[in-house]
């Protein structure tokens, strides 16, 4: 028998985040996570006669606190009182990081006595079995979590090794099948790989990037996704052995770095290429691919060398999440340590370069994470959910502006009839006209962010491969403008937010990818 909760002068909100077992299941065509356990929540508190007045929403899978925005803002919401409790399917979701981040969940639960609710079980935190519980939850949910990172690389690392291709995304010149046994890889595409022979032959010919960019537009070339090709796409074809029917996988692997005094997670100086026969064929033999990589080298060698002068890889990129500024890079002589800050908004308490520097990548790993995942699942149900309630809107405001236009008919018949005065007429119809301008202009703007919703449904898959290569890249140079071009390639802007002048790392990014 369930028992009701009184909510009497008492809030309550809701925290929804994917789990890694959640990505797993919807790969395996289970549906939308976030939308099932909302419903889920929902249904419990209705049951318990609790109303639930918002929905934290983590779109993004982190591992750390420090790259999950919404918890972020979860737990400075709890620390300031303004919850009761907070429903969620399982403690677990709340922290699976590392015992810090578990220490500061549990604390700010604690200290603001606000309660943890599942389905199963509510939480107090000041209740000693409770608390117990909870960290012992949070404990197992750490192991459970580095098992499955274990097993997911042992198979990544597995199915390389067999040849096998693990990219979400086919290169240009094949398609990407489904073998019997399981796996994918990896069959020639006619039509483009002619395109794909085309380019390595120019080039052995002597020809630049720029003259094979404009002669792949005029004999009617073109990518996937967009108008032309770029000189970057066509290095990038060049220069990936899997024309000469190879897989080459790098392990990026991290390790746990202290810097100022935080630990941070850095790639490794010595990454792991596994380079082996793929299963596929090839397209381009391998006397051409070395002539190709010769001449590459040679003009390499032969380069001017430029003294490049920019310092920071995120410039005009990092934005302040208050005023919208460009935050800047400062160097101090009287310490070592390099800062970004927001020069406009001191409330804006700046942070090490490096870190920040650090967390964009890992957010923007996340984000590439998510994206797959809704891709290979062909799951849009998010997406959908939002242009379903948008095109309600739309209707409702249509059905109002139709009814609001016959009302203002009406006036003018009022009128006719001697039943309103011209003052009364003239107060009213400015009345009607106001409401019709203002309802016009929310279905504009509903049109307008309609619009954005689909632009943004269209770009995963245009994305993916771009920010893969923006990945794999970064972590390949040390030439600071590259890097910042090669952010810019993928990212609009990304705001920073940190109003904790005590922590190092307490700050919010938030990215805005490029739309195409």
Same mark, same amino acid.
């Given at each position: 028998?369930?028992?009701?909760?009184?909510?009497?002068?008492?809030?309550?909100? #809701?925290?929804?985040?994917?789990?890694?077992?959640?990505?797993?299941?919807? %790969?395996? @065509?289970?549906?939308?996570? =976030?939308?099932?356990?909302?419903?889920?929540?929902?249904?419990?508190?209705?049951?318990?006669?609790?109303?639930?007045?918002?929905?934290?929403?983590?779109?993004?899978? @982190?591992?750390?606190?420090?790259?999950?925005?919404?918890?972020?803002?979860?737990?400075?919401?709890?620390?300031?009182?303004?919850?009761?409790?907070?429903?969620?399917?399982?403690?677990?979701? %709340?922290?699976? @990081?590392?015992?810090?981040?578990?220490?500061?969940?549990?604390?700010?639960?604690?200290?603001?006595?606000?309660?943890?609710?599942?389905? %199963?079980?509510?939480?107090?935190?000041?209740?000693?079995? +409770?608390?117990?519980?909870?960290?012992?939850?949070?404990?197992?949910?750490?192991?459970?979590?580095?098992?499955?990172?274990?097993?997911?690389?042992?198979?990544?690392?597995?199915?390389?090794?067999? !040849?096998?291709?693990? #990219?979400?995304?086919?290169?240009?010149?094949?398609?990407?099948?489904?073998?019997?046994?399981? @796996?994918?890889?990896?069959?020639?595409?006619?039509?483009?790989?002619?395109?794909?022979?085309?380019?390595?032959?120019?080039?052995?010919? !002597?020809?630049?990037?720029?003259?094979?960019?404009? *002669?792949?537009?005029?004999?009617?070339?073109?990518?996937?996704?967009?108008?032309?090709?770029?000189?970057?796409?066509?290095?990038?074809?060049?220069?990936?052995?899997?024309?000469? !029917?190879?897989?080459?996988?790098?392990?990026?692997?991290?390790?746990?770095?202290?810097?100022?005094?935080?630990?941070?997670?850095?790639?490794?100086?010595?990454?792991?290429?596994?380079?082996? +026969?793929?299963?596929?064929?090839?397209?381009?033999?391998?006397?051409?691919?070395?002539?190709?990589?010769?001449?590459?080298?040679?003009?390499?060698?032969?380069?001017?060398?430029?003294?490049?002068?920019?310092?920071?890889?995120?410039?005009?990129?990092?934005?302040?999440?208050?005023? !919208?500024?460009?935050?800047? $890079?400062?160097?101090?002589?009287? $310490?070592?340590?390099?800062?970004?800050?927001?020069?406009?908004?001191?409330?804006?308490?700046?942070?090490?370069?490096?870190?920040?520097?650090?967390?964009?990548?890992?957010?923007?790993?996340?984000?590439?994470?998510?994206?797959?995942?809704? =891709?290979?699942?062909?799951?849009?149900?998010?997406?959908?959910?939002?242009?379903?309630?948008?095109?309600?809107?739309?209707?409702?405001?249509?059905?109002?502006?139709?009814?609001?236009?016959?009302?203002?008919?009406?006036?003018?018949?009022?009128?006719?009839?001697?039943?309103?005065?011209?003052?009364?007429?003239?107060?009213?119809?400015?009345?009607?006209?106001?409401?019709?301008?203002?309802?016009?202009?929310?279905?504009?703007? %509903?049109?307008?962010?309609?619009?954005?919703?689909?632009?943004? *449904?269209?770009?995963?898959?245009?994305?993916?491969?771009?920010?893969?290569?923006?990945?794999?890249?970064?972590?390949?140079?040390?030439?600071?403008?590259?890097?910042?071009?090669?952010?810019?390639?993928?990212?609009?802007?990304?705001?920073?937010?940190?109003?904790?002048?005590?922590?190092?790392?307490?700050?919010?990014?938030?990215?805005?990818?490029?739309?195409?």
């Amino acid at each position: 028998m369930l028992e009701n909760i009184n909510t009497n002068m008492e809030y309550y909100a #809701a925290y929804l985040r994917k789990s890694r077992k959640d990505a797993e299941a919807e %790969l395996q @065509g289970q549906g939308e996570t =976030l939308i099932r356990h909302q419903k889920r929540l929902e249904e419990y508190a209705a049951s318990v006669g609790i109303k639930i007045s918002k929905f934290y929403k983590e779109v993004v899978s @982190g591992e750390t606190i420090a790259s999950r925005p919404v918890m972020q803002q979860l737990l400075a919401d709890v620390e300031n009182g303004m919850w009761t409790g907070i429903l969620v399917i399982e403690v677990e979701r %709340l922290a699976r @990081g590392n015992t810090l981040d578990q220490g500061i969940v549990s604390n700010a639960f604690q200290f603001s006595n606000t309660k943890i609710i599942t389905p %199963l079980k509510t939480y107090d935190p000041n209740n000693e079995y +409770d608390e117990e519980y909870f960290e012992f939850g949070l404990f197992m949910s750490r192991r459970e979590y580095k098992k499955i990172n274990q097993r997911l690389h042992a198979g990544i690392l597995s199915s390389v090794n067999e !040849g096998k291709f693990i #990219a979400s995304v086919a290169p240009y010149g094949y398609n990407k099948y489904k073998l019997k046994s399981k @796996g994918y890889s990896l069959e020639i595409n006619p039509e483009e790989s002619k395109m794909i022979r085309l380019i390595f032959q120019l080039y052995v010919d !002597g020809k630049g990037l720029s003259y094979i960019s404009n *002669k792949l537009k005029e004999l009617g070339f073109k990518p996937r996704k967009s108008l032309t090709f770029s000189k970057s796409t066509i290095t990038n074809i060049l220069t990936n052995p899997v024309y000469i !029917g190879k897989i080459q996988y790098i392990d990026k692997a991290t390790t746990k770095k202290v810097v100022n005094s935080k630990i941070v997670r850095v790639p490794n100086e010595n990454k792991n290429i596994i380079y082996v +026969d793929g299963l596929h064929e090839p397209i381009i033999d391998l006397n051409t691919w070395n002539k190709v990589q010769n001449i590459r080298e040679s003009n390499l060698n032969n380069r001017t060398k430029v003294d490049y002068t920019l310092k920071n890889p995120m410039s005009s990129i990092l934005k302040c999440g208050l005023c !919208g500024k460009s935050l800047e $890079r400062v160097a101090y002589s009287n $310490r070592d340590d390099v800062r970004i800050l927001c020069r406009r908004c001191k409330e804006n308490v700046g942070s090490n370069i490096e870190i920040v520097e650090d967390r964009l990548l890992q957010s923007l790993q996340l984000l590439l994470n998510e994206y797959k995942i809704s =891709l290979t699942n062909n799951d849009n149900s998010d997406i959908d959910e939002l242009l379903a309630l948008n095109q309600q809107s739309i209707n409702s405001y249509c059905e109002e502006l139709e009814k609001t236009k016959m009302q203002l008919t009406k006036t003018y018949d009022l009128l006719e009839q001697d039943i309103y005065t011209k003052e009364v007429f003239v107060e009213r119809s400015n009345i009607l006209k106001n409401q019709i301008k203002e309802i016009t202009q929310n279905i504009t703007n %509903l049109e307008n962010e309609r619009k954005k919703i689909l632009n943004n *449904k269209n770009s995963k898959e245009i994305l993916i491969p771009k920010i893969e290569n923006v990945i794999d890249a970064y972590y390949e140079t040390n030439n600071i403008e590259l890097k910042n071009q090669l952010l810019k390639s993928v990212i609009e802007k990304v705001t920073y937010e940190k109003i904790n002048p005590q922590s190092k790392d307490d700050f919010k990014l938030t990215i805005y990818p490029k739309i195409y």
